[in-house]
């Protein structure tokens, strides 16, 4: 089967920022995304892009902007959406707040959005779906030639571990501490069709593939594809959807940052000639497991031959590397603060440090409400008493 993809005009970028609805007395999660989605009929309706909209479940709105060209607009359009979504929210007694799971809901206390899509993938997953109530984002960063796409994806699949251990939230699991930094890796990537990308060879081949899956069965529409990494052919992206639940929009910008800088290193050296690395699957699905468990800490495999090293030093390493690209795409600041979660904690640590310090899981969730709203990184001193 012939896949069009649509050309991107360099590396732009779009977002996808999946927000919790969040009860502002019992810190529960809340059920209301249709009528808060209702009170935005101008975000929510109508238009090429519907900035508000609905996810799997109805504790969730999703926040997407329109093309962006820099990391810094892309910012500001989720900023302007998020303040809208806000003063909706908050007329309802709901706050807001991104984690990879909320600490303290029951999956099982989930209401499925009404939208028929989401009601046929209940049907054909059953409990795998049910319990998917998770929160991520994703990252689309614009590629200007269908040749390149498969060997950028390759190329970034080598990253996800960097990717979900900068942004890994999602410690806790209905009240209980998993033990992982990511169990939101561990729920979503249970789906059939969800994980690493299958490295191929080329387009061709990610077609013959999908016609594959298609005369099969497995799929009803290439958007079933959930990988981590995968291409979107109507947009003219590869989409990265490895982050989990980003707390503070600096954050959210570390992440799109990281992104646009990877593709558009990789889009230089394929100007240059250079082939691109392509990493052995094994060593793609272990180290995302690697960074699922011990998210910052993990030991990550670098080569085929089964060598290691220390993800923070890698991390590290990365930034520098990328350090004059983001120059060149104007994304220094938010690039830089990967040095900020590696020096004070990805969302995983903090939260988990609440806990050391005495605190509740509603104390968790009270700092995941201040950080999305100040859009800073919040201590247990400063929410102990939030609510007593």
């Known amino acids: 089967m012939a896949i069009d993809f649509n050309p991107s005009r360099g590396p732009t970028l779009g977002i996808e920022w999946e927000i919790q609805l969040v009860d502002a007395e019992t810190r529960h999660l809340r059920q209301d995304a249709r009528e808060v989605l209702a009170a935005l009929p101008s975000l929510s309706e109508g238009g090429d892009v519907h900035k508000v909209r609905h996810e799997l479940m109805e504790s969730t709105v999703e926040v997407v902007t329109d093309v962006c060209y820099t990391v810094g607009e892309a910012k500001d359009d989720l900023a302007a959406t998020v303040a809208a979504l806000r003063s909706a929210a908050a007329d309802r007694g709901i706050t807001l707040a991104c984690t990879g799971t909320h600490p303290i809901s029951d999956w099982r206390d989930a209401v499925m959005a009404p939208v028929q899509r989401y009601a046929d993938l209940i049907e054909q997953m059953q409990w795998l779906a049910r319990r998917i109530q998770t929160f991520g984002v994703h990252v689309h960063v614009g590629v200007s030639d269908v040749d390149r796409v498969i060997p950028i994806v390759n190329a970034l699949s080598a ?27 561990v729920v979503f990537g249970q789906l059939p069709t969800a994980g690493p990308p299958h490295l191929l060879d080329d387009w061709a081949a990610f077609e013959d593939y999908m016609a594959t899956l298609l005369r099969a069965g497995t799929i009803r529409s290439i958007k079933e594809v959930w990988w981590d990494i995968r291409p979107h052919p109507n947009f003219g992206t590869v989409e990265i959807r490895m982050f989990d639940g980003i707390p503070t929009l600096r954050e959210v910008g570390m992440a799109a940052a990281l992104c646009q800088c990877l593709v558009t290193l990789f889009d230089q050296q394929l100007d240059r000639g250079y082939t691109l690395p392509r990493p052995a699957a094994w060593v793609v699905r272990d180290n995302k497991w690697r960074a699922t468990r011990h998210g910052l800490d993990a030991i990550v495999i670098t080569d085929d031959t089964g060598n290691t090293t220390p993800l923070r030093d890698d991390l590290y390493e990365l930034v520098r590397e990328l350090e004059p690209v983001a120059d060149r795409l104007g994304c220094t600041e938010e690039l830089k603060v990967a040095s900020d979660v590696l020096e004070f904690g990805a969302s995983y640590e903090r939260q988990r440090a609440i806990r050391a310090e005495g605190g509740t899981l509603e104390n968790v969730v009270d700092a995941a409400i201040v950080e999305f709203a100040e859009d800073r990184f919040v201590t247990f001193g400063e929410v102990a008493h939030v609510g007593n």
């Not at 251990?165 to 939101?184: C, E, Q």
Request: charge should be neutral.
């Open 159 to 185: 990253y996800l571990p960097h990717f979900l251990a900068l942004t890994a939230s999602s410690p806790f699991w209905s009240g209980h501490d998993t033990g992982l930094a990511s169990s939101r890796a």
